[in-house]
């Protein structure tokens, strides 16, 4: 972090959403995030939406096995997350959903 860093210190994550923007227009927009914390970084999230993290992870080419999944709020909510070097950036791809679990008792449910 560099407490005099200027807009153009962050020139390489947002050069990398300009070109997600003109190759991958048509996927799920997520919430974007850019931070002078790690100016190297552009991190795209999606909220209650793993079809959208999926549609971005095929389309950075990250192998389903360098997503990680986690748990968090007391086991309700899923956290899928990857990392990956696209023009220049560390993309890091977040996905949020609620953990659906089902209790069968005596046989139904």
Avoid: K
């Amino acid at each position: 972090m560099s407490g005099n860093l200027t807009l153009d210190g962050l020139a390489v994550p947002l050069r990398t959403l300009r070109l997600l923007s003109v190759d991958f227009g048509h996927l799920p927009a997520p919430t974007v995030h850019v931070t002078t914390i790690y100016p190297e970084r552009l991190e795209l999230t999606f909220y209650d939406d793993l079809s959208g993290f999926e549609a971005w992870r095929e389309a950075l080419r990250v192998a389903p096995d360098a997503v990680t999944y986690r748990v968090q709020n007391d086991g309700q909510t899923g956290v899928l997350s990857a990392d990956v070097d696209h023009a220049g950036a560390t993309v890091r791809l977040t996905g949020y959903a609620d953990v659906v679990t089902s209790l069968l008792v005596g046989g139904a449910a």
